[in-house]
């Protein structure tokens, strides 16, 4: 009988050390991500302290850490959305932490990582530009010139559109074409 009340006090003291425990956890981590980029983390929590931190980080594949975000929750259990910045190198096997920490002291209370993060280098954005390729200093009136020239753009169509003024700034002719 005597074993028999242990166990039975043994199993509500620790069911109610489970029921008890702060709790973290990542929802649906990416698995990939783009350097430099914000990045949208939900996080899944459960608390038994009054106020908390909740944060997450990217670590590198060395374990140091990058770029992270945090919020105070005070409700016991909730889902919080955090934006951080991806790390902004490309490469594999970052990880994405989530931790829960003491108000004040910064304990750990809780910690959840997930490993195995690919990191893409970021696309620049293309800008428009155009340049004469090796201009010409010298041009003989009434004659035409031709030249070369460089352009990038970030429409379908544009159209290019070149002048000749004078030192006044007078147009003194034009040429122009569809890219």
Not at 23 to 30: C, G, R, S, Y
Not at 32 to 59: E, G, W
């Amino acid at each position: 009988m005597k074993t028999k009340l242990l166990l039975f006090l043994f199993a509500i003291a620790f069911s109610g050390f489970l029921q008890g425990q702060n709790t973290v956890a990542l929802i649906n981590p990416p698995t990939t991500v783009t350097a430099n980029q914000t990045v949208d983390v939900s996080v899944n929590y459960t608390k038994v302290v009054d106020t908390a931190y909740v944060l997450i980080r990217f670590k590198s594949p060395t374990g140091e850490n990058l770029g992270q975000a945090l919020t105070t929750v005070t409700a016991n259990s909730d889902t919080v959305l955090l934006s951080v910045q991806a790390p902004d190198v490309a490469g594999n096997n970052f990880s994405l932490q989530a931790q829960m920490l003491a108000l004040g002291t910064w304990a750990g209370l809780a910690n959840d990582e997930f490993t195995g993060v690919t990191v893409e280098a970021d696309t620049p954005v293309l800008e428009n530009s155009i340049t004469i390729v090796d201009p010409q200093t010298t041009v003989t009136a009434g004659q035409s010139v031709d030249f070369n020239l460089n352009y990038t753009k970030d429409v379908e169509s544009a159209i290019v559109v070149v002048r000749f003024k004078s030192p006044e700034g007078t147009n003194l002719g034009q040429a122009s074409t569809t890219v």
